[in-house]
């Protein structure tokens, strides 16, 4: 049985889009139905499904870059509002797209398409991002500068680039500094679509670390690593699908 | 003693200035040297403003000193010029050279003057100019013989044999004066038809930008985003497919709206009731579309405002805004606010979001732009638009002065 993931964030298309693939693909099993970004990446990494299905504008993360930290680990099919530039370079790509408002008949050809490529790997988005980003004006992200938190009784505000890691704490987010740490009440996957992908990695679902402050990593079986960081006693675990990051 | 009379002069001098610069205000000037200026506001009421405008300018360079410096330097040239004469013809006085050539070299310089800055009514007029010189030469050579007549110590059939070279040198010196005058009228008429002709093409190039302009601004206010088009119409289909009685609603809802929005590309003007009324249908669709959860909205628009006139489209692209820039990016949705007040005679027009806030969403500012623009047709400066950061979102306001006073 496939698994699917929905991000869509208009109520009446997600649930359109659900219907639709119950008729079009009764085996496929929908694992997270997300309402934006930031939890379509959540669950992607939680359930690790085999496709998605992204709406491109959404709240938090946008669709493209849900999609650039799938990376290869997925089959991408993107759903749009009509635009022309994100259109021409859809058809550059080898990337399927959906236009809005979805109709059954080029649904269904959507689904046969990522049916007969299921075996193969999922295609490079790499390229075909970088071109979209470019084209489409007013989605580069907003990125956080400081960050309010409480520590006992005073509110800190601490600068991003000072925090050596984020460790998700149920609907808290951990944030270690040099000599520190404090709660913040925002979930790691909120934080996450604010901070910049190139200086904070993901090493977890629960983990986020400032590059720049990774000791070193050391492999502890066949598929998982732990990264020691500077200025700070412990080790963080990165999973599987963060392995790559070590790779040389 | 002179402090006295400069202090006159100064202040006659400065009455004429302000007269050549607005004729029209000095004619309703009271007081007791207003009926002189009200004569020569009469007389300047037969230039055109080009010709008052460039007297003024001249008026102006050359008043108090500099003025009679210029005259006393033509005073010099001109005898300058008589004392030549006197060498030339040695037959005449000194005297008489001297006060000759500077008579005829200033009625030769206010003649040039005054085809400077009159040409239009010399050129329009150029025979009767000629007949009227012609006159006056023939007066004065009149005149001058009947001094002679008195004076002289010649014979009165000696005095009568000289007329005809009395009459031959004025209508000479007439000529002299004449010629130069009527060559500078015509030159500066031509000069005055090309400036007028730029002038008008100027002024028609203007109009057709700004109608361009405004059919541009049409064109924009018609305009329906696709997105929302088609994004409304698969919630309608979507609806219609699970059959639910809503989808009848949402129909109604963008029914209203697109008539609402369509209608208005007709009319430039609208009430703030029919405003509201286009903003709630547009925010009711939205609704449905997000869900209740991810936006609630409020309009609070007091009866005696809603039969106030204001320029269509203005509110909705404020609502469109905030919804685009603060609601839809905001991963917990959020709550519009519209509102109207007054507040000594000045309209306040408000549009408050609980989105994201200013910079997370950058957008082209194209919709503001256009929204400032139509207020500044319809209001000039009396209206004013403000965008500020609340906590959370935006506050988008609209001040307006004379909120009566649209055109």
Not at chain 1, 11 to 40: F, I, Q, S, T
Not at chain 1, 157 to 184: H, N
Not at chain 1, 216 to 244: K, M, N, P, W
Not at chain 2, 21 to 29: E, F, G, I, K, T
Request: net charge positive; with cysteine; hydrophobic share 50%.
């Amino acid at each position: 049985m496939t698994t699917v993931l929905v991000a869509e964030d208009e109520p009446l298309m997600r649930e359109r889009l659900l219907d639709m693939l119950a008729a079009a693909w009764p085996e496929a099993r929908v694992v997270l139905v997300a309402e934006n970004g930031n939890d379509a990446w959540d669950g992607f990494l939680e359930h690790e499904p085999e496709v998605a299905f992204l709406d491109i504008r959404m709240p938090g993360l946008s669709g493209l870059e849900v999609a650039g930290r799938i990376g290869k680990l997925a089959h991408v099919v993107f759903v749009t509002a009509y635009d022309q530039y994100a259109v021409d370079a859809f058809d550059a790509g080898a990337v399927d797209y959906l236009l809005k408002p979805v109709q059954a008949e080029r649904f269904e050809k959507a689904v046969a398409r990522i049916r007969a490529r299921l075996d193969l790997r999922p295609a490079d988005l790499g390229a075909l991002l970088g071109h979209l980003k470019a084209a489409l004006p007013g989605m580069r992200p907003e990125r956080t500068r400081w960050l309010k938190a409480s520590v006992g009784r005073q509110i800190r505000v601490i600068d991003v680039d000072e925090v050596l890691f984020f460790q998700s704490d149920t609907k808290y987010t951990r944030v270690v500094l040099p000599g520190f740490e404090a709660l913040v009440r925002t979930p790691l996957k909120d934080l996450l679509s604010g901070l910049d992908p190139q200086r904070f990695w993901q090493i977890h679902r629960g983990t986020v670390v400032n590059a720049t402050a990774i000791a070193a990593a050391e492999r502890i079986d066949a598929e998982r690593l732990q990264v020691s960081v500077r200025g700070c006693e412990e080790t963080l675990t990165v999973s599987r699908t963060f392995a790559h990051l070590f790779r040389d | 003693m002179w402090r006295r009379i400069a202090n006159w002069h100064r202040r006659w001098e400065d009455g004429y200035l302000a007269l050549f610069a607005r004729p029209a205000r000095a004619q309703a000037a009271p007081g007791q040297a207003s009926a002189r200026y009200r004569n020569a506001a009469l007389a300047l009421d037969t230039l055109s403003s080009v010709e008052r405008q460039q007297l003024h300018a001249f008026s102006l360079a050359y008043r108090g000193a500099r003025g009679y410096a210029l005259l006393g330097r033509l005073a010099v040239a001109f005898s300058l010029v008589g004392a030549l004469l006197r060498l030339a013809f040695p037959a005449t006085g000194w005297i008489a050279a001297i006060a000759a050539a500077n008579a005829a070299g200033f009625a030769l310089a206010f003649g040039i003057c005054g085809a400077w800055f009159n040409y239009r009514k010399l050129v329009l007029r150029k025979w009767h100019f000629l007949a009227r010189m012609a006159r006056n030469a023939l007066l004065a050579t009149l005149l001058l013989w009947a001094i002679f007549l008195c004076f002289s110590d010649l014979s009165p059939p000696e005095i009568l044999g000289r007329l005809p070279r009395m009459l031959a040198m004025m209508a000479g010196i007439g000529l002299m004066i004449a010629v130069p005058m009527l060559a500078v009228g015509v030159l500066r008429n031509r000069q005055h038809e090309a400036l007028t002709a730029q002038l008008e093409r100027d002024a028609e190039r203007e109009r057709l930008a700004r109608a361009l302009s405004e059919s541009q601004l049409r064109l924009l206010r018609a305009q329906i985003e696709p997105h929302f088009l088609f994004n409304t119409l698969g919630a309608v289909q979507q609806l219609a497919q699970q059959g639910a009685p809503r989808a009848a609603e949402l129909t109604a809802d963008l029914i209203a709206f697109l008539r609402a929005s369509l209608g208005d590309m007709r009319a430039d003007q609208s009430s703030l009731d029919a405003e509201f009324k286009l903003v709630g249908s547009y925010l009711k669709v939205m609704q449905v579309r997000l869900g209740e959860g991810r936006l609630r909205f409020t309009l609070a628009l007091p009866p005696a405002l809603a039969p106030l006139r204001m320029p269509g489209m203005i509110l909705l692209t404020l609502a469109e805004n905030a919804i685009k820039h603060g609601i839809e990016p905001a991963l917990r949705g959020g709550e519009i606010a519209l509102s109207a007040s007054v507040q000594d005679g000045v309209l306040h027009l408000r549009v408050a979001d609980s989105g994201v806030g200013m910079g997370a969403t950058p957008g082209s500012g194209m919709g503001l732009e256009n929204v400032r623009h139509r207020l500044r047709l319809a209001y000039g400066d009396d209206a004013v638009l403000t965008l500020e950061d609340a906590d959370p979102g935006v506050v988008a306001a609209i001040a307006i002065a004379h909120p009566e006073a649209v055109q």
